[in-house]
């Protein structure tokens, strides 16, 4: 439980740092936002955030009622919020944005009703639980003409956008190799709940296990500090160390991406001794390391020591998944090419699809 209780800090002091809204006499309404899911347990992360003014929760759907009472209660929220259906929720209290908790396999079922409704969507990392569901989304929300959005708790990391300044100033020269790390002890072993871990350990409704819920992270980082270019291959080896707990999904993955110039390493793990999101990238010159959400230690030449920094905080619209939310919404922030983008997470579901038949078939996996 350490690990879990570590992340639900980190969280804690990113959302901390955000200003109220509403101490602006000039601030905008605060966005409509319904909640579609509660068995994901990031959930919390929009549960538990302190009132700053830039979104309302106007309705949660969730048909297991034991669940939702029991976060009502954790939360305070009314059970008057709760409708047992997506669709029920959406039209009864009109969300002009909507936030999917589900499982990975139900975010193409939420976007559908979203879209139908002209409803913004933002789900939690992955985009999808594979490429054909990732494309039939992508044409909904464009046909449509919403927004739809992929949220990892890395985005609102100040020292991996620092880093990505850094690399774009040439700092340390163009980039040769991308690492990544994230993982944990496994789910099982730091005890998530039932209703979560029922699906994160399911093939079908998870996509597969680490390679899928961590694996994602390193493609989501890569891909950005690629400029959104797709890698010209990808490798991948999955393995179950412990099928006792994880019989139908690897528990370990490494994911190998290539470019013309460059290699990225996803390195994804339920068997990790405690928690880790971390990331480095080596150019021609020198390296930059961000071992923590704040922290940098950046060498820029080979005669040069290393130096550890704090990084700067993020604008106040970018420093968690639901301020951000609202600025997309509200059009103050256009997402283009970012880590939240419809664009990036495209290719990260290409990345994984390739990575999922490289690890199936022993073979490296070529994109055209």
Known sequence: ??????????LVVLLAAAPHAQDSPDAPPPVRVGVAGLTHTHVHWILGRED??????????????????RYAEQHGFSMDLVYDTTEEM??????EAVTVFT??????????????????????????????????MKALADSAGIHLLTNYETTWYPSVHQLR???????????????????????IEIGINEEFLEWLIDPVLNGG???????????????WLMDGQRPTSVTAVTQTIQPDLYPDVDDEA????????????????????FSRKDMAVYGTDGFIDAPTADELRVRLHESAPAESM????????????????ASVVRGTTAPEDDLSSLSNNMVVMEILDAAIRSAQTGTTILLD
């Open 165 to 187: 300044q850094h690399v774009e100033r040439g700092d340390i020269g163009p980039l040769r190799k991308m690492v990544v790390h994230d993982g944990h002890q496994g789910p």
């Open 254 to 273: 490494t994911i190998i991406v290539t470019y013309p110039e460059a290699q990225g390493i996803i390195q994804a793990s339920w068997n990790w001794p």
């Open 52 to 69: 700053v003014g830039d979104i309302e929760i106007v309705g949660i759907a969730e048909p297991n009622r034991e669940l939702a009472a």
């Open 310 to 325: 704090r990084a700067e905080p993020l604008p106040p619209e970018h420093r968690d998944p639901f301020a951000y939310l």
């Open 1 to 10: 439980m350490l690990s879990l209780r570590c992340c639900l800090l980190v």
């Open 90 to 95: 959406l039209d009864a209290t009109q969300p």
């Open 209 to 223: 296990g680490a390679i899928t819920d961590f694996g994602c992270y390193g493609a989501n980082l890569i891909t």
């Open 103 to 136: 499982t990975i396999y139900d975010h193409l079922a939420v976007t559908e009703a979203a879209a139908r409704r002209s409803i913004h969507v933002m789900v939690e990392k992955p985009l999808a639980v594979s490429l054909d569901h990732a494309r039939r």
